[in-house]
């Protein structure tokens, strides 16, 4: 087999484009929102929430899981679902060292 383009980048780029990559869709983005507030909840909630159908829903948490931004525990006949507060703390400090990175290269406007 082939080198694959990933091959071609650092493993920090590739695990960060697979969690935004993750995150890219408003539906996503609207389950997390939901998390946030509810800290736990069965697909069930969700669908309740959001205008999408329960096939639809368990896809996107499915999308999210496979990343690791969600975690997903069995309770009863349901899957309680909860974020992965450790993924997301990483998240956020490699968004964060990109922003820092940012601030101090527009400081000597090269643009």
């Known amino acids: 087999m082939g080198i694959t383009?990933?091959?071609?980048f650092t493993?920090?780029?590739n695990e960060l484009a697979t969690l935004l990559k993750?995150?890219?869709h408003p539906a996503r983005i609207a389950i997390i929102e939901f998390?946030?507030?509810k800290d736990k909840c069965i697909c069930g909630d969700i669908v309740d929430e959001l205008p999408l159908a329960q096939a639809t829903i368990s896809q996107h948490l499915k999308e999210l899981k496979n990343a690791n931004l969600i975690?997903?525990?069995?309770?009863?006949?349901?899957?309680?679902?909860?974020l992965n507060q450790e993924v997301?703390?990483?998240?956020n400090d490699k968004i964060q060292l990109i922003t820092n990175q940012l601030i101090i290269k527009n400081s000597t406007k090269c643009c």
């Open 5 to 8: 383009k990933t091959d071609s």
């Open 11 to 13: 493993e920090q780029q």
């Open 22 to 24: 993750a995150m890219a």
């Open 35 to 37: 998390l946030l507030k």
């Open 71 to 82: 975690k997903g525990t069995i309770e009863g006949t349901a899957i309680c679902y909860c």
């Open 88 to 91: 997301f703390s990483a998240l």
